[in-house]
């Protein structure tokens, strides 16, 4: 009986592996992210003319339970913002298609400039992001699932054109209902840092809960000398978010952070 179990089970394993790997499907106004990944400094909120540091196997700070270890380039606000949009492309496909777009098509799409200087910003993320290795281990998952953040990337001679790949197993990631959507819109109108990792961050909660600072300070991946001036950052982040529309209302008390969201029901 054991071995017919094993054997159904390994059979049920190859027709999953037959059928096509899709994201789920969100609106244009949105998009979106795992929970374990804006729920942690995987893409961090340093400042970004500090110089990005190579990690190897190493721990990333994680809010909730769960583990994440990455090797590569220090991945920022900026990364995750790219990486957003292509995720967002991916999703009316198979993830094993290839995503194709013009440079100037996505650069546009970010908010950004269509300079030389942008052009090269977005190539370098994308060396980053597809030179990287993120291992999560979750109860939901039930297993450590290892990926890239981009497999792969192409351009074409006179970098007008681009192509994508995206693993397969990033599929899993998005399984069930544990991804957070965020307005898109907003996003490209907060300053990229602390404002856009918080945006995320209450956006992946049903209704967020009260956070200490030195919390978000951890979550957000904040350097040393960046701690000493947090609350000031944080609160500067809030404004930020109240004026684009995401949040109601907050506070500040006793090192704690309570927020309402504009969507929330009072």
């Known amino acids: ?63 909730g339970t769960g583990r994440i270890r990455y090797t590569g380039e220090e991945l920022r606000q900026d990364d995750e913002t790219v990486w957003l949009q292509i995720l967002h492309m991916a999703k009316d496909k198979p993830l094993e298609d290839i995503i194709e777009f ?44 290892g990926v890239s953040i981009i497999r792969k990337y192409e351009k074409s001679g006179d970098g007008s054109n681009w192509r994508v790949w995206i693993e397969r197993e990033m599929k899993h990631l998005f399984d069930g209902s544990f991804y957070t959507l965020t307005e898109w819109q907003q996003r490209l109108s907060l300053p990229l840092g602390i404002a856009t990792w918080l945006h995320a961050y209450l956006a992946s909660h049903k209704k967020p809960y009260d956070i200490k600072i030195e919390t978000i300070v951890h979550g957000a991946g904040l350097t040393m000398s960046e701690k000493k001036h947090a609350t000031e950052k944080i609160k500067k982040a809030l404004v930020s978010l ?16 309570s927020v309402q969201r504009a969507s929330d029901q009072a």
């Not at 650069?107 to 910003?121: M, N, P």
């Not at 060396?127 to 998952?141: G, H, K, P």
């Not at 109240?242 to 952070?257: A, T």
């Open 242 to 257: 109240e004026e684009v529309g995401f949040l109601k209302s907050w506070k500040i008390d006793d090192g704690k952070l």
């Open 102 to 145: 013009s440079a100037y098509s996505i650069l546009k799409s970010l908010g950004w400039g269509t300079t030389a200087f942008y052009y090269k910003k977005l190539e370098d993320s994308l060396n980053r992001m597809s030179a990287t290795n993120v291992v999560i281990e979750s109860e939901r998952l039930g297993k450590a699932c």
């Open 1 to 63: 009986m054991e071995k017919i179990n094993e054997k159904v089970k390994k059979l049920q394993e190859l027709a999953e592996s037959k059928k096509e790997a899709t994201l789920p499907q969100w609106s244009d106004a949105s998009r979106a992210a795992p929970n374990e990944i804006v729920r942690s400094a995987l893409f961090n909120a340093r400042n970004k003319n500090k110089e990005r540091t190579y990690l190897k196997n190493a721990d990333i700070a994680l809010i």
